[in-house]
């Protein structure tokens, strides 16, 4: 059942930054505001970015709690997600149907605390606060492990203070953490948003600030 458990953590990784970015970013269309299947998941989505860069990676939202229509919308929408995988995986491997219940909880658990205690979210999920404070907010896509990112080139570090310990994003003795820093760098390696972004930090504000406003009122 561990294996099945395990394999059920990387499939919900996997899914978590594909649904990251295309469902709740959507897919960018020349012309044409950006695409979701799930419009309403996006709208929300957007709306949390806004609030978040407004207030230093803090969201009222989750203080709110379910008088708050996006974390009704989001709770519903992993109750969903948790429900179809679960019972989707159950007929096979009651270990990735566990692990799909528990990679919905712990996703609305590590990204609500991240969001009402920044300092800790800048601690232990740095990955995240990059994607919400970096000038590139089309990266960083995973929300409670960095692994997909590091295998699909999308983990962009904007100051070294917020480059995890390991890809792994797991606290793990330093030996340990350095080998996997290694292996990582000839085969994932990170990209640098000072290496490539020219913007002045004014610059990145506004044109990150313009998106937000442009994708909420769509």
Excluded at 59 to 69: C, I, K, R, S, T
């Amino acid at each position: 059942m561990w294996k099945g458990f395990l394999a059920g953590l990387v499939v919900a990784n996997g899914f978590e930054w594909f649904a990251h970015k295309y469902v709740l970013h959507g897919v960018h269309r020349p012309g044409q505001s950006r695409y979701s299947p799930v419009p309403e998941s996006m709208r929300s989505h957007w709306e949390h970015h806004r609030v978040v860069r407004k207030t230093e990676f803090s969201d009222f939202g989750y203080v709110e709690g379910l008088d708050n229509w996006r974390t009704r919308n989001e709770i519903a929408s992993l109750a969903v997600v948790a429900t179809v995988f679960g019972l989707s995986f159950y007929p096979f491997s009651k270990g990735m149907s566990l692990a799909a219940l528990y990679g919905a909880g712990n996703y609305y658990y590590l990204h609500r605390r991240a969001h009402l205690e920044p300092e800790w979210a800048k601690k232990k999920l740095p990955w995240h606060y990059d994607h919400h404070m970096n000038s590139n907010q089309d990266a960083n896509w995973c929300v409670t492990k960095p692994w997909f990112d590091y295998l699909l080139g999308t983990r962009v570090i904007s100051s070294a203070d917020l480059q995890e310990q390991n890809p792994l994003g797991l606290s793990l003795p330093a030996p340990i953490s350095k080998k996997l820093n290694r292996w990582a760098e000839q085969y994932f390696p990170v990209k640098s948003a000072d290496a490539s972004s020219k913007m002045t930090k004014n610059t990145a504000k506004n044109t990150v600030m313009k998106q937000l406003n442009t994708q909420v009122m769509e």
